[in-house]
């Protein structure tokens, strides 16, 4: 080992920064040898806490450590190999950074990102004079960001996002730090101004990253002195003051400007933004804007179609701004992305909108809007996404909305249209969305819009003056998820035909003139978890196939005529007084419904029924499963392709080592109706006992009718795929699988505590639910869980169908992942599922308000689409609205709904959920902060633009560190006092449970 050198104790002040040059200059002497490179490796490896990828098992075995893994070594003197690089992103490696890596004085690249890093940043590390890359992001680190990293004059690269580093950004970052290109800090919960001051240069500065931190204070006007940025992003801060006009005309080469969700203004007291736009004018190169969610107020000005020829995308949604739409916006020619919703915007939609060919989506709702939807609409060839939603708009659909072959989405809802709806709509052979509520609509719904078998996520014509009868070609929408008819003339009765939409799951039919009885085979449909018949003239008795559904959850018969006896098993005897009320020839056998009670003969003679029909409803469902074990079992020994997948644990295979069709026969008492516990997409799950008194669960895959051949083999091959691949304490694990020619099961263990849903949505709404710490817990081990998938399993795996029903708990409540039936193996290290296995394009990826919108425009399954999934969910589990309930009321998504909400009045965002009424006044504090926090990572996950959303492992940090700060705090303990240098949320200062009732 070297002596260290004796050199003066000198100090530099610099901007009230005091550094101790002494001790780097120490340290720099003391790491002059090849000795001490791998003395600092090896302390380095002593403080990793966990190494479950097995990364570093080569470290320390031989004395050669330029071959350990992630260690680069180059030429130092004398012609000494010295490291030059340590690279390790990606290996779950835990403990904390130890500081002795300062002693390689060689290291130009160290790498440690998306790993499980956790305490501060070492000052030591800005003894690495030669170091030009810094890459920490994706950890777990905390604290202050180090002075002395801003004195590194080598670093031309740094990136620290995605942590939980507090306290304001070091002045030397932006005053010594001179050779930065790249600068990414953002989600964090850094606070303070951005110390970019007058005198302060950054001449080679091209990327500046802070998005998501706690940041005020004006925009720098000293961002002019980097010259040569290109891409600025401010999002989601709690930046103030004017938009600045003498800044971004200074930068000529700016492509990318995000400042979406600050506290901005336009000047003349936040009404004139023509100041700030004329700014722009210098910047050529533009190619996206994003002002989003400031409050803006003024006019778009006329001349923002003579801004950049290269203007890709413009984000002006959630703003105050007022008058018409210019009408030469139409310039801006290679447009792909245009969103002026949530403003004041008044007078008519222009047509020459037509002339920007290359839009994609565009987005004009919510505004003042009036005057006829223009018929040039129709002339954008590449329109994939149409909303002129809550406007004022008058007159008819154009018919030339056919001409829209691309169109997946179209909502014109909540607006003052009237007509019948183009039968040439119907053409649109993409369409996945159609949403046409809340107009002045008539006529017949035309049979060729009722027969687009391309919706494949919902149909909402309700609160129109539609009338004549339903469709017979509606069955024709075989993968549709929701359809609302309801609130209008519609008559006659219900085809049986529309228990073809094999895939529904939410139907509203309401406030209609039908009649008749309600088909069994609509009552029957395999996947209905919501069925509004209400206010119509039904009559006959309620489907027994209602009875034992096992998807449905809530369901409205009130205000028909039906009669005959409401059962008392089964999910009708979980639904309330009101969704039988105003049907006087309706009885239950008790007075739990709140209805009348049957006469006794009745009762007596229904019950001696009963038995029989149940008797013979088993009876032939053992011969016909019976007849088809027997069909596959000849065909297996005459073809010889019968296969057995057995997986899981080790132990469970020495147990369990075949399962055969007979055996899971017997267990779950011949797949008996009494046995089903839930439905998929693809089948039933079983709850059974083998031999030997194991408690299994049984999921039968079937195809359903109306499906494509082979769509169960294929997803059967791709979940015994997905859990052969991977083994997670919060993935669900595989037993065993039963494959035959006609038959697939899977054999999981059985969750004693059901799905997630069941918690959050009981049955009888009395007691139950989940408390905030233990709904906190949950929510970390899905995330945990699909952390895993996307980022540390040995193949890569996307869910495609995240939701509360896919999530079991165990018998101590923790959360498994499950139901891989949809999900794909990426090979791609981003996830991407352009280069996934398997893909079938005629399945959805995903359930109707969990789905990623680039899914429902045609882009592939990807690891960003489950963190959308994931953040839908995160906001359910707060507000306690489902997704679909806030699509169908209010025509929004669940994000848009708690955005409208944050953060000004988070109180009445979590006014109703459940959780909330266990918290006790003690922990109110605590669950305060953690309720903003987890909103905002709710909000950051459920953008719209993938590319803005966190990914997984950034989502399980987060809420690993709320879920540590409430055990640490959840005693009572004042959060306040000792928030680990988080910044606070204004919302806080009074409690979120004071404010609403």
Known sequence: MAKLLAIPIIVIIH?????????????????????????????????????????LTDWGRSPGFCNWTGVACGHGPAGRRRVTQLVLSGHGIGGVISPALGRMSFLTVLDLSSNGFTGEIPVELAALSRLTQLSLTNNLLEGAIPSGIGLLRELYYLDLSGNRLSGGIPDTLFCNCSALQYMDLANNSLTGHIPYAGECRLPSLRYLLLWSNGLSGPIPSALSNSPILEWVDFESNYLAGELPSQVFDRLPRL???????????????????????????????????????????????????????????????????????????????????????????????????????????????????????????????????????????????????????????????HNRLAGVIPRSLGDCQNLEIVDLSYNGLQGEIPAHVAAMDSLKIYLNLSNNHLEGPLPIELSKMDMILALDLSSNELAGAIPSQLGGCVALEYLNLSNNKLRGALPTAVAALPFLEVIDVSRNGLSGALPESLQVSTSLRDADFSYNNFSGVVPQEGVLANLSAAAFRGNPGLCSNGNALGIGVCGSRRVGRRRAMLPAVVGIIAAVCVMLLCAAWCRSMAKARTTRQSTWLVGGQEQAEREHPRISYRELSEATGGFAESSVIGAGRFGRVYEGTLRGGVRVA????????????????????????????????????????????????????????????????????????????????????????????????????????????????????????????????????????????????????????????????????????????????????????????????????????????????????????????????????????????????????????????????????????????????????????????????????????????
């Open 15 to 55: 901007v009230g920064l005091i550094v101790p040059i002494a001790v780097f200059a120490a340290m720099a002497a003391g790491a002059a040898t090849v000795a001490d490179d791998r003395f600092a490796l090896l302390a380095f490896l002593s403080d990793v806490s966990a190494d479950p990828g097995g990364a």
């Open 255 to 413: 492509q990318y400007l995000y400042l979406s969700y600050n506290n901005l203004s336009s000047h003349d007291g936040n009404t004139n933004l023509d100041p700030f736009f004329r700014s722009l004018s210098n910047c050529t190169r533009l190619q996206e804007l994003e002002l989003a969610g400031n409050g803006l107020g003024g006019r778009l000005p006329p001349f923002i179609g003579d801004l950049s020829r290269r203007f890709r995308q413009i984000h002006l949604e959630d703003n105050a701004i007022s008058g018409s739409i210019p009408l030469n916006i139409s310039g801006l020619v290679n447009l792909t992305y245009l969103n002026l919703s949530n403003n004041l915007l008044n007078g008519s939609i222009p047509p020459d909108l037509s002339h920007i060919r290359r839009l994609e989506r565009l987005y004009l709702s919510n505004n003042l809007l009036s005057g006829e939807i223009p018929r040039s609409i129709g002339e954008l060839p590449h329109l994939g996404l149409l909303d002129l939603s809550g406007n004022r708009l008058v007159g008819t659909i154009p018919d030339t909305f056919s001409n829209l072959t691309q169109l997946r989405r179209l909502m014109l809802h």
């Open 698 to 997: 049984v999921k039968v895959l079937v195809e359903p009718k109306g499906s494509g051949d082979g769509e169960v083999s294929v997803s059967f091959r791709r979940e015994c795929e997905a859990l052969r691949r991977t083994r997670h304490k919060n993935l669900i694990r595989v037993i065993t699988t039963c494959s035959t020619a006609n038959f697939n099961a899977l054999v999981l263990p059985l969750m004693p505590q059901g799905s997630l849903e069941a918690h959050l949505y009981p049955h009888n709404d009395v007691g139950g639910g989940l408390g905030f710490e233990q709904l906190v817990s949950i929510v970390s081990d899905v995330a945990e869980g699909m952390a895993y998938l996307h980022h540390y399993a040995a193949a890569r795996v996307v869910h495609c169908d995240l939701k509360p029903s896919n999530v079991l708990l165990d018998e101590g409540m923790r959360a498994v992942v499950s139901d891989f039936g949809i999900a794909r193996l990426v090979a791609g290290v981003d996830g991407d599922a352009s280069s996934t296995s398997s893909i079938s394009t005629g399945l959805l990826q995903g359930s109707v308000g969990y789905m990623a919108p680039e899914y429902g425009l045609g882009g592939r399954p990807s690891v960003r689409g489950d963190v959308y999934s994931f953040g839908v969910m995160l906001l359910e589990l707060l507000t306690g609205k489902r997704p679909t309930d806030v699509i169908f009321s209010e025509g929004l998504t669940l994000h848009d709904w708690v955005r409208r909400h944050y953060p000004q009045d988070v109180a009445g965002a979590v006014a109703h959920a459940p959780w909330r009424r266990d918290v006790v006044d003690g922990t109110v504090q605590v669950a305060d902060m953690a309720v903003v926090e987890l909103i905002e990572l709710g909000l950051a996950c459920t953008q719209y633009s993938p590319a803005l959303r966190p990914s997984m492992a950034d989502a399980c940090h987060e809420i690993t560190w709320i879920k540590e700060d409430l055990a640490k705090h959840g005693g009572g303990a004042d959060a306040a006092d000792d928030d680990g240098g988080r910044r606070s949320f204004s919302t806080t200062k009074d409690s979120l449970f004071s404010n609403s009732s």
